[in-house]
């Protein structure tokens, strides 16, 4: 039988994600209309892409992504690192409730830097063989 024309295009297997706080239970608030934008793009972050609402955390986070959905006159966003190898961590979601501009309010930023210590540090862990 002949091997078939995709075999030699297999993609590599997506990178696993890691769900941090209360991250995935707040994305299952969510609508079902934003927990498909957002699980989209997490899926394209696993397979080393970036989804059209993915864009880079603005603020002295480097390294971290934001990806923003408008639904129903309200604004979500989930917040990941791709950044530590190998694994995609993801770190809030969260529906942004301040009508002062655009800027990510200071206690989710807050969170979302104790969420990122606490991954680097499971990070560390993993790579070093313990947990």
Same mark, same amino acid.
């Given at each position: 039988?002949?091997?078939? #024309?995709?075999?030699?295009? #297999?993609?590599?297997?997506?990178?696993?994600?890691?769900?941090?706080?209360?991250?995935?239970?707040?994305?299952?608030?969510?609508?079902?209309?934003?927990?498909?934008?957002?699980?989209?793009?997490?899926?394209?972050?696993?397979?080393?892409?970036?989804?059209? #609402?993915?864009?880079?955390? $603005?603020?002295?986070?480097?390294?971290?992504?934001?990806?923003?959905?408008?639904?129903?006159?309200?604004?979500?966003?989930?917040?990941?690192?791709?950044?530590?190898?190998?694994?995609?961590?993801?770190?809030?979601?969260?529906?942004?409730?301040?009508?002062?501009?655009?800027?990510?309010? $200071?206690?989710?930023?807050?969170?979302?830097?104790?969420?990122?210590?606490?991954?680097?540090?499971?990070?560390?862990?993993?790579?070093?063989?313990?947990?």
């Amino acid at each position: 039988m002949p091997e078939s #024309a995709y075999s030699s295009m #297999a993609l590599p297997p997506p990178k696993p994600l890691t769900w941090v706080g209360s991250a995935r239970a707040d994305l299952k608030a969510c609508p079902p209309e934003v927990q498909d934008v957002m699980g989209f793009a997490l899926y394209q972050a696993q397979r080393g892409g970036t989804h059209p #609402a993915a864009k880079r955390l $603005k603020g002295n986070l480097v390294g971290l992504i934001e990806v923003v959905d408008d639904f129903d006159g309200n604004t979500y966003r989930a917040v990941y690192t791709a950044k530590l190898a190998g694994r995609i961590y993801i770190l809030h979601v969260f529906q942004k409730k301040s009508t002062r501009g655009i800027a990510t309010p $200071k206690h989710e930023l807050d969170l979302i830097k104790a969420r990122l210590r606490w991954a680097q540090v499971h990070h560390a862990h993993l790579t070093s063989g313990s947990e």
